[in-house]
């Protein structure tokens, strides 16, 4: 028996390490998909924006613009070049946020956490042998094969 609360105190080990390293990884991660898809959301946003500005208000909006700022070239090619830079910088991180799968990954990590913590509170409250036990936390690593 003694034998078997050895095993038990083993897998709950793991378990709450696997469950450290899955907290690490997502203070991690998240902020920065956070970041990805604020800034593809605001560059995008200030993209239009300033686009919108000269097609909307045509010539009017245009020498209104250049009553208020003078670059030394046309007030819609300074907008046209910061709509096209921040465009560029929407679609970059779009990019990084689709080819990296972080949302995705994000979502499994938090999945796999939950459920090694309801594996880990059945094992300490005995609700699950050893052997179903193993199993299940063998099967929830493979969801996190990011990690």
Sequence with gaps: MSNNLTDEQILLTRIQDKR?????????????????INSSIIAGALAAALTAGPGAG???FI?????IMSFG????????????ALSVVA?????MLKSNNLANKITKTQACDAKLEGLE?????KQVDLEQATQLYTQYLTEISHI
Excluded: F
């Design 20 to 36: 450290q390293e899955l907290a690490s990884y997502l203070i991690k991660h998240e902020p920065r998909n956070s970041r990805l």
């Design 58 to 60: 045509g010539e009017g």
């Design 63 to 67: 020498d209104s613009a250049k009553s």
């Design 73 to 84: 070239i046309p007030v819609w090619q300074v907008l046209c070049l910061a709509a096209s």
């Design 91 to 95: 679609v970059i991180a779009n990019g």
């Design 121 to 125: 509170t059945m094992l300490e409250l």
